[in-house]
Antibody
């Protein structure tokens, strides 16, 4: 079964660093870009950026460039989303997602989400 | 930055037809995708490439495209269709993905 399994919920303080993960299984990890999507409480979906796990090429939404870092370790089929200094406004649910094998570029496969809470 | 515009809310009675629109300047050259999301759940793809329906999605879901507007149509709406619906597409260069602001579908 094709799956994206994300790391568990996090509670952090402002200024702390954080890395959350998204592990792919059941498919060739290097064949599909991994995307990250933010959903702030009660708000809509926002595309943050994506990574090609085959070569770690990334591109970011202008809204998130410089605020987060996306990386991947293909040896353990895992993608990451990292913050060096969290803010309260980073409180949100974060999803990883990839396209399906036959649905074009649509985000057909989603992780279960990782809730990040940043509070002093 | 590129934006996709959706109505914040749509309300219909069971059995009626719901239409949710999404407008964006690049939609004539970029495919649109539609997702629904129920509380506490990850989004689920319901339409891809403007009009295609993934396996497992009921036939009452359909998509159409006309110029700078794409439309998700749900025929014979059921109570279980109550959810938030999001369109997604790329900017004109195909570099960035963008989601619409979302439409809350209420089944009266």
């Amino acid at each position: 079964e094709v799956q994206l399994v994300q790391s568990g919920a996090e509670v952090k303080k402002p200024g702390e660093s954080l890395r959350i993960s998204c592990k792919g299984s059941g498919y060739s990890f290097t064949s599909y870009w991994i995307n990250w999507v933010r959903q702030m409480p009660g708000k809509g979906l926002e595309w943050m950026g994506r990574i090609d796990p085959s070569d770690s090429y990334t591109n970011y939404s202008p809204s998130f460039q410089g605020h987060v870092t996306i990386s991947a370790d293909k040896s353990i089929t895992t993608a990451y989303l990292r913050w060096s200094s969290l803010k309260a406004s980073d409180t949100a649910m974060y999803y990883c997602a990839r396209r399906g094998p036959d649905t074009g570029d649509a985000f057909h496969i989603w992780g279960q989400g990782t809730m990040v809470t940043v509070s002093s | 930055s590129y934006e996709l515009t959706q109505p914040p809310s749509v309300s219909v009675s069971p059995g009626q037809t719901a239409r949710i629109t999404c407008s964006g300047d690049a939609l004539p050259k970029q495919y649109a995708y539609w997702y629904h999301q129920k509380p506490g759940q990850a989004p689920v793809l319901v339409i891809y490439k403007d009009t295609e329906r993934p396996s497992g999605i009921p036939e009452r879901f359909s998509g159409s495209s006309s110029g700078t507007t794409v439309t998700l149509t749900i025929s014979g709406v059921q109570a279980e269709d109550e959810a938030d619906y999001y369109c997604q597409s790329a900017d004109s260069s195909g570099t960035y993905w963008v989601f619409g602001g979302g439409t809350k579908l209420t089944v009266l």
